[in-house]
């Protein structure tokens, strides 16, 4: 009776079959991990990014701006975070040493590493220097631009743009970023952060519109916490924390 071992010799003569290189082996693991490395990277800067255009999220306003939520560029966002996790599990379940693993506990140790990640990029300022590096790709909608989009909806007692004459009794007019002009009544409202009434000062207002005047019940910096909010008059950059 032919063995085993004799059918696998007698295979391994007939077509002619040669140990493959070691440095094929090398190329192929290294291709491996390359793309692991690339994909986890792309979901903890994706994550860097929604941590930073949810840095001034709808839980500093009540919920009033869930729109930094649930908008396409924080969805654009999010799917290139689940994109990249998805992809790096399975990837990394594959080499030498991630079969011994269990696919689940891969993916949970992956996301909590992306999410760490991607908030110390947003934490040293990575992710605003990403945002405005690719603010002139035609697929990617900076912060800036998205919040105006978020802010300017004055029927739902948020609006945005810049104070342009400080009154008294807490009254002051107001251009938006649509270049509509708004006499609004502050007298009531908290200011965030520190700020106080000044001309030229890019903000955020929480109210009540009242045809062109519009009551105000809080005032935010314009970019949030952590943001530079320059005043034409003191001609300085404050950072809001």
Known sequence: MTSISDKVLDKIKKEHIRPRPRWQFWLRDGGQWAGFVMLLLLAAFALGLLWYFWSDGPWLHGGRSMGLFFGPMPLALLGLVALGWVLASIDFSSTGRGYRYPLIKIGAALLLLAVVSGWALNFLGVSQRMDRAFSNSPLYQDRESYMKNVWQRPSEGLLAGEISSVGTDGRFTFRDFDGRDWLVDGS?????????????????????PRGG?????????????????MTQGGGSCRMMR
Do not use: D, Q
Not at 213 to 229: D, H, I, K, L, Q
């Open 188 to 208: 009531g409202a908290v200011w965030r952060h520190g700020l106080v009434p000044a001309i030229g000062a890019r903000v955020k207002l929480i109210g009540t």
């Open 213 to 229: 005047n519009f009551t105000a019940e809080e005032v935010r910096p314009w970019m949030g916490p952590g943001s530079c909010g």
